[in-house]
């Protein structure tokens, strides 16, 4: 596969490997002293990304406008920007956790069909995670990653960890959900009994009282329709065609851990 450069679209300023010492009494903010150096910084900002920032609501954020109705950005948002850069370039204090947020910001590039620009992406995803093409209940064929393995995610006092399925995950066609009448347009996980064919779950319904002869407890995973499509809110947003169960977790498994520094990225994505 051909080697190329991914352009992400973080910069930060680095940190120094030098400590300096002031030596005698750090003068005031407020008074000059002739004595020593002063002047102004002028800084200039480009936008080398979209930039949005949130009017603060959880629920339906939208950017941020001004007292007059027009979008803008706040000053308090450019200060606290353009203050802690300087922190880092004036070898100021930079407190941890409070001024620098330790987390590693992640960047992937999308794959996209062959012949684009992500063609190759795609060929080497396919590659790795071997992708098969399937045929399901419908007749239509689908793609199904093998190397992909399905758990449970927990956490304990030792922190989180994935605990393996009995057996790997299973796709179910849109169809079958809408005869059992599990048809979902949120993100949440439903659970189900069901019967499988060792690729595709063929019978389906939702869990409550005993089990039906031939069927197995599982948890039906529903992305949303935001999930499909071309991901856009909204308008007219397109379902998956597939979605998952995950059979009963495996508690014999040896469960794998995740270190600390995964599970904070997580959190934070």
Do not use: W
Not at 103 to 123: C, I, M, N, P
């Amino acid at each position: 596969m051909e080697q190329r450069t991914v352009h992400a679209p973080y910069n930060f300023v680095p940190f120094s490997g030098k400590i300096l010492e002031y030596q005698g009494v750090v003068p005031t903010h407020d008074a000059v002293d002739p004595t020593l150096k002063t002047g102004e910084i002028h800084v200039s900002l480009t936008a080398k990304t979209p930039v949005f920032v949130s009017d603060g609501s959880r629920d339906d954020p939208h950017f941020f406008p001004g007292p007059n109705g027009q979008l803008m950005l706040p000053g308090s948002t450019i200060r606290g920007m353009v203050r802690q850069n300087m922190q880092v370039l004036g070898f100021g204090l930079v407190r941890p956790d409070e001024d620098v947020q330790d987390r590693r910001v992640f960047y992937r590039k999308v794959a996209d069909a062959s012949g684009r620009t992500g063609g190759e992406l795609k060929q080497y995803y396919h590659s790795a995670l071997a992708v098969k093409s399937m045929q399901g209940p419908s007749g239509k064929n689908s793609s199904s990653p093998q190397n992909v393995k399905s758990g449970y995610l927990r956490k304990s006092e030792g922190g989180y960890y994935i605990q393996p399925t009995e057996g790997a995950y299973l796709k179910v066609s849109k169809d079958t959900l809408a005869t059992a009448g599990l048809e979902s347009r949120y993100a949440e996980a439903i659970p189900v009994y069901y019967a499988d064919d060792g690729d595709y779950v063929r019978q389906i319904r939702q869990a409550g009282g005993s089990a039906p002869c031939g069927m197995r407890s599982g948890m039906l995973l529903c992305p949303g329709v935001d999930a499909g499509g071309d991901g856009t809110r909204g308008r007219n947003p397109k379902p998956p065609s597939h979605r998952y169960v995950f059979p009963p977790v495996d508690e014999a498994a040896s469960p794998i851990g995740i270190s600390e520094e995964d599970a904070l990225s997580y959190a934070m994505d």
